[in-house]
């Protein structure tokens, strides 16, 4: 089956540069965000205050036409304020179930880590099954749904940590960072009047998102590069400084992605750098190292580097497509 991954292509480059319109000199990360959401998959946004976390999470929610909501997380959020309640009504003598902000196609949840975990939970069902359980009831969301999570990692006071089940349903966690003093000051001229975000249009459907994530699907990965994930996210629960390693979700995780990033590219074939190129964002979040091995400095970056630098992987020149050899 050939993929119209030219499509997927063009789909991709057309977001990237809607929102590099109001996010200076962050294409590699914005083409992350843009991966995820081609992977069916939830994004953590993480870093210092002021570099542009919900900047990069609306201007990418904009650029789509899907429904959006934005939720700010504060230590009184109920998991009702997320998911919705059922109320009596007098008219009809009936509890009446009205829905909240997490029933959208994106959903912004604002410093995620400022809400208590009870309330963090209220997301796990969500962002797994793309459902809503409610007194006993079910109630299916709408798609393409996606998760844009923010949090500060520096400020502690006032937090709390997310549970483990929470961080391994997101897909990726994207760094944003500081500009570099030329981007800084195209940032000062771009901003001077008016905000690029009041102008930014829709650029995508929702139904172009949900084909595009079907031709992803159909994205060639050979058996050699399925091993080679599955050594890698093996390794990390082995390794000897980490005690928990990535889940079985991560290894998918790296599959999906990879698929993505290859028909970003206009290729219908995944290639060794395509996973290698995703590792750190789709695996380091997952990874908790044990005590000793933070006490020597190590971070799980540094770990995963370790375990990819000595993991051998499949020929890089020659990939398997279709029953035939092609150059990568």
């Known amino acids: 089956m050939q993929v119209e991954n030219d499509s997927v292509e063009a789909l991709g480059g057309k977001i990237v540069q809607n929102v590099s319109r109001v996010l200076v000199g962050k294409e590699a990360e914005i083409e992350l965000c843009v991966i995820a959401l081609l992977s069916r998959g939830h994004l953590l946004i993480e870093d210092v205050p002021g570099v542009g976390k919900t900047m990069l999470a609306k201007s990418l929610a904009r650029s789509l036409g899907c429904s959006f909501e934005r939720l700010q997380f504060t230590p009184d959020l109920l998991p009702s304020d997320v998911t919705?309640?059922?109320?009596?009504?007098?008219?009809?003598?009936?509890?009446?179930?009205?829905?909240?902000?997490?029933?959208?196609?994106?959903?912004?949840?604002?410093?995620?880590?400022?809400?208590?975990?009870?309330?963090?939970?209220?997301?796990?069902?969500?962002?797994?099954?793309?459902?809503?359980?409610?007194?006993?009831?079910?109630?299916?969301?709408?798609?393409?749904?996606?998760?844009?999570?923010?949090?500060?990692?520096?400020?502690?006071?006032?937090?709390?940590?997310?549970?483990?089940?929470?961080?391994?349903?997101?897909?990726?966690?994207?760094?944003?960072?500081?500009?570099?003093?030329?981007?800084?000051?195209?940032?000062?001229?771009?901003?001077?009047?008016?905000?690029?975000?009041?102008?930014?249009?829709?650029?995508?459907?929702?139904?172009?998102?949900?084909?595009?994530?079907?031709?992803?699907?159909?994205?060639?990965?050979?058996?050699?590069?399925?091993?080679?994930?599955?050594?890698?996210?093996?390794?990390?629960?082995?390794?000897?400084?980490?005690?928990?390693?990535?889940?079985?979700?991560?290894?998918?995780?790296?599959?999906?992605?990879?698929q993505a990033r290859a028909a970003l590219e206009g290729r219908d074939f995944v290639t060794p750098d395509d996973v290698k190129a995703l590792a750190h964002p789709v695996l380091a979040h997952r990874l908790i190292l044990k005590a000793n091995a933070e006490l020597r400095g190590l971070t799980p970056v540094k770990v995963l580097n370790q375990i990819l630098e000595s993991e051998p992987v499949p020929p890089p020149n020659v990939v398997t497509r279709y029953g035939r050899r092609v150059a990568s």
Do not use: C, W
């Not at 099954?129 to 990692?153: C, H, I, K, M």
């Not at 009047?193 to 031709?215: C, Y």
């Open 84 to 258: 919705g309640v059922n109320i009596y009504s007098p008219s009809t003598q009936q509890f009446e179930f009205r829905q909240g902000p997490i029933f959208t196609q994106v959903l912004l949840a604002d410093e995620i880590n400022r809400a208590t975990p009870k309330t963090q939970s209220a997301l796990l069902e969500a962002m797994e099954e793309r459902q809503v359980t409610v007194d006993g009831t079910t109630y299916p969301l709408s798609l393409p749904f996606l998760v844009l999570a923010t949090q500060n990692p520096v400020e502690f006071a006032g937090t709390f940590p997310l549970p483990e089940a929470q961080v391994d349903r997101f897909l990726m966690r994207v760094n944003v960072g500081y500009l570099d003093i030329a981007h800084e000051v195209q940032v000062l001229d771009r901003f001077q009047r008016d905000s690029p975000m009041e102008q930014l249009a829709p650029v995508v459907t929702a139904d172009e998102v949900l084909a595009a994530q079907k031709m992803v699907q159909e994205i060639y990965v050979d058996d050699q590069l399925k091993e080679y994930i599955a050594r890698v996210t093996h390794r990390t629960r082995s390794h000897a400084d980490i005690g928990l390693g990535a889940s079985s979700r991560g290894s998918l995780g790296l599959f999906r992605s990879a």
